[in-house]
């Protein structure tokens, strides 16, 4: 890269958005996540598909 400020301002933002909690929601209620996997269960959308 050669704009070292730019890079480390990309950085920073992208390592500030990867630390954000994601929250799903089924209808008004939480979804829990997976035990141990790191993700929200089924990948399934709510419409049926896949």
Aim: proline fraction near 4%; hydrophobic fraction near 35%; glycine fraction near 12%.
């Amino acid at each position: 890269m050669r704009n070292p400020v730019a890079h480390r301002a990309v950085r920073l933002i992208s390592e500030a958005a990867a630390n954000v909690p994601l929250l799903a929601y089924e209808g008004v209620e939480e979804r829990e996540r997976a035990s141990g996997s790191g993700t929200f269960g089924t990948t399934e959308r709510a419409d049926g598909g896949t």
